[in-house]
């Protein structure tokens, strides 16, 4: 048996990949340990969307070259998107480096690996495959923990955002055949597993790349289907492909809950042009319209990038305006950071300061402080579901879950709970959270309710 040590950044789709990696690699003995000095091997699964994630890598890299001088025979590699995106250079710049596997070739990291042990080499591999195939595990997913899991549906984006680096490090897009998904989530059901998260970088194009496959309203149908899970999520829709189907889907898939990130990323129309998003305000929200008049519970998030270059104090007025109408339930904000290879990399200076960045961000994150705090108050006294994922963050003894909304609700109550679908009444709210009493809990918990009145 050789321990291996998986240090993951970046969004969920990283997540999955590192559980991956997890299996492909337990498949020639090695097994998880959360202790990086006793770890054979070393990986690392990277984000390069923003600067800041690049950094991240290169610092924590730079800490691990002790380890590698300390015990002889330890493996440092490096995968996802940064890897992608450096390839050999990794290897140069980090001479204590031995791989590099890029976003699509976690399947051959046992061969990776063994090419380091046995012939001292240094392998990069960074190749694209346009067959989903290797996103595929040979056998179900097994040790899985807790009851929520995600799930990749599919990789890549043939969207052309001028800011967005994840065309060049996902590829296009691959979508997984509809019965490996549903495989998928019916083992996870079987194991416990009550939400999914069905991951992608547009996943309303599901399908569409390859012939006779299901869309994705219709992939949704078919896992609403599976007895046993409880709900639903998905993330990320393109504003564009908002479609009619997916509303419905909405409105008629009782496992689908109601929340919708759709990232807007700027409230200005020369803005939006220059970020070749391809939609513009009115089209942005006429769609928000639609969905809303279908399904007005459906709560919504959004992405935001501040300082895109050449934007104006009037096109920033413009976003702050959109958050004004649109009243998002929760937003990710960010500061643009220009990435190699991307069209606005090439086309523009990135000329706006970076105090007036920073000032940008705050500007934006305050009003958005705001809205929600004031939807989080205006939800009190509500009845709602929750699932219970854990201890509060808070560290304060109490439990934590997510209402279908996707809301944070903190709550005084058993950790025998963690895991079940209980309804809570909405006592108290701040901006980031909501705090509320436990009403009644599903069916396997009522021997802790009768213990409680008994
Ligand atoms: N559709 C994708 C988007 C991935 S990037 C998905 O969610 O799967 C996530 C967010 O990072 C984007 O929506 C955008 O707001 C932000 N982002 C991407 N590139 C950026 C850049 N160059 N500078 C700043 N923010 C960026
Ligand atoms: Fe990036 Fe735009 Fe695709 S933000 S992931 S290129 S939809």
Not at 48 to 54: H, L, M, N, P, Q
């Amino acid at each position: 048996m050789k321990r291996l040590y998986i240090q993951t950044y970046g969004c969920q789709m990283n997540q999955y990949d590192s559980e991956r990696i997890a299996r492909v690699l337990g498949r020639v003995d090695y097994v998880a340990t959360e202790s990086i000095e006793n770890a054979d091997l070393i990986l690392l699964n990277t984000c390069s969307v923003r600067d800041k994630a690049e950094q991240k890598v290169y610092s924590s890299l730079g800490r691990w070259k002790e380890l590698k001088e300390q015990r002889e025979g330890v493996v440092i590699g490096v995968g996802g998107c940064l890897a992608q995106q450096e390839g050999e250079r990794l290897l140069k710049r980090v001479p204590h480096l031995d791989l590099v596997f890029g976003t699509h070739n976690i399947h051959k990291l046992p061969e990776m690996v063994e090419q380091v042990q046995n012939w001292r080499t240094r392998p990069v591999e960074t190749a694209f495959y346009r067959d989903p195939s290797y996103m595929e595990d040979a056998e179900c997913r097994t040790h899985v923990q807790g009851s929520k899991a995600f799930v990749t549906i599919m990789q890549g984006c043939n969207k052309v955002c001028s800011f967005c680096i994840v065309p060049h490090v996902r590829g296009r897009e691959v979508s997984r055949p509809s019965e490996k998904i549903i495989a998928e989530v019916e083992c996870l059901v079987r194991q416990g597993v009550k939400e999914v998260m069905l991951l992608g970088q547009n996943v309303n194009s599901y399908g569409k790349t390859s012939p006779g496959e299901i869309n994705f309203a219709e992939l949704l149908g078919c896992v609403n289907a599976i007895p046993g899970l409880e709900r639903i999520r998905f993330t990320t829709s393109h504003p564009q492909d908002l479609s009619p189907e997916l509303i419905e889907a909405f409105a008629t898939l009782e496992k689908l809950c109601e929340h919708l990130h759709l990232p807007v990323q700027s409230g200005s129309d020369s803005v939006l042009a220059r970020m070749r998003r391809g939609y513009n305000c009115k089209e942005y929200l006429h769609r928000i319209r639609l969905l809303n008049d279908r399904c007005p519970q459906v709560a919504l998030s959004t992405d935001i990038i501040v300082g895109f270059p050449g934007e104006t104090d009037d096109e920033f007025q413009s976003t702050l305006e959109l958050l004004r109408q649109v009243e998002y339930d929760e937003i990710f904000s960010f500061t643009y950071s220009p990435r190699p290879q991307t069209v606005s990399a090439k086309l523009y200076d990135d000329d706006v300061p970076n105090e007036i960045k920073k000032d940008r961000l705050k500007k934006v994150q305050s009003l958005q402080r705001e809205v929600s705090l004031r939807k989080n108050r205006e939800r009190i006294g509500a009845v709602e579901e929750i699932l219970v994922d854990g201890q509060s963050k808070l560290k304060n003894g109490q439990i934590m879950g997510r209402t279908r909304t996707n809301r944070i609700v903190n709550l005084l109550g058993p950790e025998a709970l963690v895991g079940s679908l209980v309804s809570i009444r909405i006592t108290g709210a701040s901006a980031n959270s909501l705090v509320g009493e436990l009403l009644t809990v599903d069916r396997e918990c009522d021997s802790y309710l009768e213990g409680e009145t008994a």
